[in-house]
């Protein structure tokens, strides 16, 4: 890793430190019945700070045959993309919902499966690769199919304020999310279209809007949090 990468990791596990901090001294001020999204949106960026702070201090990678695999970025998201969509999740679903545990459930079993096998994706050099991508991205289309098919129409039978929120934090998260395959595939990883300097970049844009700026627009309405997650 060049001098220009390592500054972009601790530049990010920096930004991630500052929203943290941000997202935890607001939940101080937030009514009891939803500092959980405060916390969860917390625990996110934390997560991240940590883990760009482990690839920029030469632990989050390793060498395979002149080539950084940053495998930190893996064990980041892993964790942090359930957490994503719970807090998305909890919006949508009343605390009534019958099947509420079991369809953020199996939503968070697909994520899981899409970033564990994305990581075998990225660890194998040969074509082979690709097979893993290919699962990975059937993983992917198993979390919009839950986002688009199981989420939004129950979202939608809530009220004014729910729907404009949730379809908004909806929006926002598959926009973004799809772009990773794509820095993917143009990346060291993928066909290397891109080095990994600039590979390095986008994902750290990526992260911050997924986490930071989701986590922002997420806790900017917390009457409507209020609302969404209580029984119906
Ligand atoms: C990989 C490569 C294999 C195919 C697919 C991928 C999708 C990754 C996604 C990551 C989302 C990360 C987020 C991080 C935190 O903010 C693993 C890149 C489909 C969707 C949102």
């Given at each position: 890793m060049n001098s220009a990468t390592v500054t972009v990791l601790w530049v990010t596990s920096l930004l991630m430190i500052l929203c943290t901090l941000v997202f935890t001294y607001r939940s101080f001020r937030a009514r009891t019945e939803i500092k959980h999204f405060y916390y969860l949106t917390a625990l996110i960026t934390l997560i991240a700070a940590t883990l760009y702070m482990t690839m920029a201090s030469g632990y989050g990678g390793i060498g395979q045959n002149g080539r950084v695999i940053l495998f930190g970025r893996y064990i980041d998201w892993v964790i942090t993309t359930p957490l994503l969509l719970m807090n998305l999740a909890l919006i949508a679903l009343?605390?009534?919902?019958?099947s509420r545990f079991a369809v953020i459930g199996t939503m968070i079993a697909a994520d899981v499966y899409m970033i564990v096998s994305g990581l075998g994706a990225s660890l194998?050099?040969?074509?082979?690769?690709w097979a893993f991508f290919a699962v990975s991205c059937a993983g992917f289309l198993a979390v919009l199919y839950f986002i688009v098919v199981k989420l939004t129409p129950e979202a939608n039978v809530r009220s004014e304020p729910v729907q404009r929120h949730y379809s908004t934090l909806s929006i926002m998260l598959i926009a973004l999310w799809v772009c990773y395959p794509i820095v993917w595939i143009l990346g060291t990883e993928g066909f290397?279209?891109?080095?990994l300097l600039p590979e390095v970049v986008l994902y750290a844009v990526l992260d911050i809007l997924a986490k930071g700026a989701f986590g922002f627009v997420l806790l900017s309405k917390p009457s409507v949090l209020l609302e969404a997650d209580q029984e119906t």
């Open positions: 009343p605390r009534n919902f019958p194998i050099r040969s074509n082979f690769r290397g279209v891109i080095s």
